[in-house]
C-alpha cells in the first residue's frame, strides 16, 4: 500500500492539520517511509491470536452515581482563547 | 395471565404515479440514563444549570483527564435491556469515535462500537385493539452525550457549552421492523413508555432526553417479505437516515415526506442515494448533509484508557429481580384483576403515576366503575385544568374513592356525584363530609317521593292520560319527580312508583 | 562537604534526618545550580518561590520527626506532568501559556511526602522523540561532553535526564512510553525505571500513548530509584487502568544477594551491526550478574523483531486519538484566522502550528492507520502482535526467569542535529531494546554500567515480571554495585 498526493492531503484534512500544497509530496513520502516499515508485521502468522484489549488485566474501576465533580465555570474557562459570557467562543460553525 | 394474541399491522402504502410502495423503517433512539452524575465523570447532568457549570475537567478535554465509569449508568442500560427483552453482554468495551467539533472538547465520543452492553430484544408496539407490531431490537449500546453549540448569539462567532457533555445515553437501534409513519412514532412513545416505568430514561423530548434518527426506504410490495425470509438486504431499497429527530409529530412527518421524496426519484428512474438527511419542519422537507458526511471517518478504536467492562450474572439477576413491573405487564394484570377492557387498560397503564392511582382508587371498589371515573371525570377535568398532569390533581385518590363509595352505598345518586365531584376538585373536602352538610343524600324515602309524585300526577291529568296510553311517555314524570327533588331522589325508586302509580 | 546539590535522595534523607542538612539548604543549592544550567536547557519553567515554601514546611516536618522519605528532597518535573499553577506545556507550542487548574496524582503524592518542586523539564514535544530535539523549548543538552559537539541527552525525558546527571536537583519525574526513561538515563549514566504499567496514575499526565505510557523515577542510583518509585506508585481511583495493588517497600527489597535467580539473555536483541561496545558491555553485565550467584540462561523472545513496527502503529495510533483535544478551543494556542476562515480553518491553522514536525508527523500517520478499510491490516494486527510479544515474556517467566538483561541502547548518546537528515524511521530505531517492555506492560529500568572508549556512559536494561519491582529494583541494585559506575559528567556549562 502506497500514499499519494491525495491520501496525504485526506489523512491531513481528517487530523485537521493545514498542510501547504508544495509539503503534500514529501509528506506523502515519509508516510510511505514509515508504512513500509510497518509492513514487516505482514511477516507474522496472527491467525487466531486475539489483539491485546488491556495489558495489565483487572476489573474496570467504577463510580458511584454522585455528584462530586462541576460548579467550578471560572476553572473551567480559565485558559480558553475566547471565552465570553460563561460560554467557549469559536468562529462561526456552519451547520 | 391473559394471553393476547395479536393482529399484524398492515404496512404503509403510498401509491406513486406508477406503483404502490410499501415503508421500510429502523430507528436508533438517543435515550438519556436517568443518573445524578455523568457517565465517566463526577459532574452533575442536570439540566438547565449556568453554561460550562456542570462540567468536570475531564468533560473539557483537559490534558491528562481520564474517564472513570458510572456503575450506574451501567445498571441503567442493563435495566432497559432487560425491559426490552434483550440478551445482556457480560462483556462489553468502550471505543472512540473520532471527530472534530468544538462540543466534543476530547475529539471524540466514548461509545460501543464493537461490543455493546445490551444485545437482541424485543418490543410489543400496540397500533389499536389487538393490533401491534413486534420490533425488533437489534443493540443498545452507552455513550457520550455532546455538548451544546449556540449559533445565534453572535453574528461571527458560535458559543459552547459543556454542561450536556458526557452525560450518558443509550442508543437503543432497531431492526427495520418498522412498515409506517405512525408505528414508528408509536414504537417511539412504547419505548419512552418502556424506560419511564424503568426509570431509565425520563423520556423528555422537548428537552433533548429523547431524540432519534430515523432510517427509511421503501419497496415494492412483496419485496420486504422477501428479506424477511432471507435476511438479505438487497430486496429492500437504499437507505436514508434522518438525523436528530426530537418530536412525535416531526418524526411521522418526516418519514411520510422522505418516503415520497424517495418514490419521485425511483420512479423517474433515478436511484437513492445512502446518506444522512436532516428534517426542515418549516419547509416540510428533508434535505441532504452530505458535506458533512463526505469529511467523516470516524476512525473506531477501543479506548485505551478503559479496560474492557465485565459484569457479573448475578448482578444482572439481582437487577432483573427488582425491575418494576413493565407496561405490558400492568396492563394485563389490570384486565384480569378489575376486569378491564383492554383499551381502557392501556389509557390507565400508559404512565406509571396514572396507574399508581388508579389502583388506589379501584384497590377494594368496583374496578371498572374506578376506571370509568379515573379516565372519564378525572382525566377529563384535568385536561379541562391546563391539561394537569395526575400528580397535580387536587383531588386525591381517597377523595375520589370516597365519591365512588357514596354510590355504591346508594347515599348519592350518579348525577349528583358528579357534582360533588367538581364541588371536591375545585373546593376539597371529605366527600361523605360534604354530602352531609349540604344534603346532597339522595332520597329513598318512599312516602316523600310518593307525595312529591301524587302532586304532579294531581296536576297534570293530560299528561297521565297520555302516559297511560303510551309508557314510554312515563318518563316525563320520573324528570319532574327528580326536579321536584331537587335530584336526590332514588331514581330507581322514582321508577319503580311511578310505573305502578301510572299503569299498575 | 561536597556541593549539597549533588546528593541524591538517600543521602539527603539520611542528612536531614540527622538534621546536618535542611531541605531549605538542598533546595537553595539545587536553585543556585539550575540558575547557571542555562546552557544545558534542562529546566523550563522555575519554580523557585514555590521550593522555598515547601522547602520550609518540609523542615518543619522533618523537626516534627514522622517525615516520609521523599520529605524535603527538591525534585525536577518533566514538562508532561500537570502540576497546578505552573505552565505545562508538554513542550509544544499547542500548549503555549496553558496553565492547569489541577495538579496531577503522581506530583501530588510526592508533594504530599514533602517533596519540593523546582520547576518543569524539557522533553521532546508530548514526548515524541528520542533526542529531546522536538521541544518548543529547544534541545536539551547532556552535560556529558567529549569533544566540541553538544550530544543529546536522549528522549523523551532529556531534560529530566539531563538534570539529574548534572545535579541540578536530586532526581526527576519521566515518563516512558517506549523508553523515555530507560534510554535518555542511558544516555547520561543514570538510573530509569518504567514501572509495571498500571503501578503509577496516569491522572494528570499528558496522555501520548494511553496503553504504554507509564511514569516513573529518574534518579542518581538503584535505591533512589526504589525509594521515589514508592512515593509515585499506588492505586488512584482517578485512573481507570491503575492497579489495585498495595505499594510494597521497594528499598526494603534491596538486599543485593540475588543468588540462585535466574537471568535470561535474549538471542534476538543481538541485533545486526550492533557496535562491539554494546555487545562487550552487555557480556559485562552477564557476568557481574554471574559472579553475584545468579543462574544465566539463554533465552527466546521471537517476536522482538516486530516490536518496533507494532510500536509505531500502537503508539501514533492513539497519539492521533488524544491529541485531538489540541484544537485551540478550550485552552492553549489559537492560529489568528482570516477573514472568511470557519472553525474547520481555525483547526487546521491552529494544529499546523502548534505542533511540530515530529508530532505532525505521528499524528498523521494514527489517523491514517485507524481511517477507514486499514484498521485490520495495522491496528488491529499491531493489537495482535502486541498480545504475541507479551507471550513471549509470559512463556520465558514461566521457565523460570526472574529478570531479562539487554543493552538498553544502541549506542552511547549522539550529537544533536546529527539525525536531522535521517529518514524518521532511523531514529525510531533508538528504542529498539526498550519498545518491548512496553508493549508487554512489564517494569524495566536502566542501570549505568560503563564508559565507552569516548568516555560516554552506556546503561544495560533488566526487564522484571509485572508488579515485582521489588525483585527487578534488587537485580538492578546488585548489578549496580558490581559495575560500580561512579564517573560524572566533568562542568562545562
Partial sequence: ?95 | MLDLTYETPKPKVIAGAKQDWELVIGLEVHAQVSSNAKLFSGASTKFGAEPNSNVAFVDAGMPGMLPVINEECVAQAVRTGLGLKAEINLYSAFDRKNYFYPDLPQGYQISQLYHPIVGEGEVLVELGSGVARTVRIERIHLEQDAGKSIHDMDPTMSFVDLNRTGVALMEIVSMPDIRGPEEAAAYVSKLRQIMRYLGTCDGNMQNGSMRADVNVSICAPGQYEKYQATGDFSHLGTRCEIKNMNSLRFIQQAIEVEAKRQIAIVEAGGKVDQETRLYDPDKGETRSMRSKEEAHDYRYFPDPDLLPLEIEQAWVDDLAAHLPELPDEKRLRFMEDFGLSDYDSSVLTADTADAAYFEEVAKGRDGKMAANWVINELFGRLKKDDDKAITESPVSPAQLGGIIDLIASDAISGKIAKDLFEIVYTEGGDPAEIVEARGMKQVTDTGAIEAALDEIIAANPAQVEKAQANPKLAGWFVGQVMKATGGKANPKAVNELVAKKLGG | MTDLNTFGIADARDALRKGDVTSLELTEACLGAIETSGALNAFVHNTPEIARTQAAAADARIKAGDAPDMCGIPLGIKDLFCTKGVPGQAASRILEGFKPEYESTITQQLWDAGSVMLGKLNMDEFAMGSSNETSVYGDAVNPWKVDDRKLTPGGSSGGSAAAVAADLCMAATGTDTGGSIRQPAAFAGITGLKPTYGRCSRWGVVAFASSLDQAGPMTKSVRDAAIMLGAMAGHDAKDSTSAELAVPDFEAALTGDIRGKKIGIPKEYRMEGMPQEIEQLWADGTAMLKDAGAEIVDITLPHTKYALPAYYVVAPAEASSNLARYDGVRFGHRAKIGQGDGITEMYEKTRAEGFGPEVQRRVMIGTYVLSAGFYDAYYNRARKVRSLIKKDFEDVFAQGVDAILTPATPSAAFGLGEMAEADPVQMYLNDVFTVTVNLAGLPGIAVPVGLDKQGLPLGLQLIGRPWEEGDLLNTAYALEQAAGFVAKPAKWW
Fill in chain 1, 1 to 95: 500500500m502506497s500514499i499519494d498526493i491525495t491520501t496525504a492531503a485526506r489523512v491531513a484534512k481528517l487530523a485537521r492539520i493545514a498542510v501547504p500544497q508544495d509539503d503534500l509530496p514529501k509528506l506523502a513520502d515519509e508516510l510511505n517511509g514509515i508504512i513500509a516499515f510497518m509492513e514487516q508485521l505482514n511477516e507474522v502468522d496472527v491467525d487466531g491470536v486475539e489483539p491485546m484489549t488491556s495489558v495489565t488485566p483487572q476489573r474496570l474501576t467504577r463510580r458511584e452515581d454522585v455528584v462530586t465533580d462541576g460548579s467550578q465555570q471560572e476553572a473551567v474557562l480559565k485558559n480558553a482563547p475566547d471565552a465570553r459570557e460563561g460560554f467557549f467562543a469559536v468562529p462561526k460553525v456552519v451547520e
